[in-house]
């Protein structure tokens, strides 16, 4: 037992070090990761370089004459302010609408006895599995109709509701112990105050992920947007990059500057909530 201990204490890197088929998969996840990040890197980089900088040969990957230039010329030019609270908007009407909804509809599934409930649930599942772009003519038609072509409400209205928020939160709920929502019915609490006090502050992670997965959705949606706005009034950051894109299609410096502004919120949230949305993918089972 002494000889073991000693060792053991002797060669603690041995016996903590990892298989070679573990290390070889850490090298290609670490290979991917730069990979990955190169394209974010060169855009950043590139923002804050002038345009004889960006085209030289060999390429400066650290910027050599460092100029905040491109991003003064994209307000200046553009109403780039204009789409960024556009998108701004929308966005939080999205993710509030779907927060509520996702909830709301995933506490009744998971913790009470429905009539059809197993239908519902199916049709959620199918749901899932309905392209957008197969609903887009007739939403665009129920649009003119409801006269929200060129809205704010034309915009979010085919995002209000998630078909993978709801499950989301069914899931996660449904692992909830039940005995506390009986302790709060016991005390005389009514379900509104059961859903605002008991689940849905055990509900961080779950909201967290789904908040981050509906953020990064509506802030880089373009297609819809393309087809429903027709005016600087409404159209959003992806639309306005492409507006940008085809006006100054030989600028690749003021390009990079209004891709990093578009980025910028979305790297932003997930830095923030990062812990938060792996616990909650990890407990629910859900990617994005």
């Not at 573990?22 to 890197?41: E, K, N, Q």
């Not at 030019?77 to 939080?92: G, I, K, M």
């Not at 003519?137 to 129920?142: A, D, E, I, K, S």
């Not at 692992?175 to 849905?200: F, T, W, Y």
Request: glycine residues 6%; charged residues 10%.
């Amino acid at each position: 037992m002494i000889t073991r201990h000693v060792n053991a204490q002797e060669h603690p890197r041995t016996r903590s070090s990892l298989p070679p088929l573990t290390l070889l998969a850490y090298l290609l996840i670490g290979i991917g990761g730069v990979v990955m990040m190169l394209p974010l890197a060169w855009m950043v980089s590139a923002s804050f370089k002038p345009m004889s900088e960006i085209i030289q040969v060999p390429p400066t990957w650290i910027p050599q004459h460092f100029t905040f230039r491109n991003y003064q010329q994209v307000f200046a030019e553009f109403p780039f302010a204009r789409y960024f609270l556009n998108s701004v908007v929308t966005t939080l009407l999205i993710i509030l609408s779907v927060l509520i909804s996702s909830v709301s509809g995933g506490y009744a599934l998971a913790k009470f006895r429905l009539p059809g409930q197993h239908v519902i649930l199916i049709l959620f599942l199918l749901a899932l599995m309905v392209p957008f772009q197969s609903l887009m003519v007739p939403t665009y038609q129920l649009m003119v109709s409801l006269h929200l072509v060129n809205t704010y409400a034309g915009v979010v209205y085919p995002f209000l509701f998630s078909a993978t928020g709801i499950f989301l939160m069914r899931q996660f709920i449904s692992d909830l112990p039940s005995e506390l929502i009986e302790a709060a019915r016991i005390d005389g609490a009514s379900e509104p105050r059961i859903l605002m006090s008991v689940i849905l502050p055990l509900l961080g992670p779950a909201l967290a992920a789904l908040t981050i997965l509906e953020f990064s959705s509506a802030w880089e949606e373009f297609l819809w947007p393309s087809i429903i706005t027709s005016s600087d009034a409404t159209r959003t950051i992806p639309i306005g990059l492409q507006y940008f894109a085809e006006q100054y299609g030989t600028r690749i410096d003021l390009q990079m500057a209004g891709s990093t502004l578009a980025a910028l919120p979305v790297i932003l949230g997930f830095l923030l909530l990062q812990k938060q949305f792996i616990e909650g993918i990890a407990l629910t089972g859900v990617k994005g």
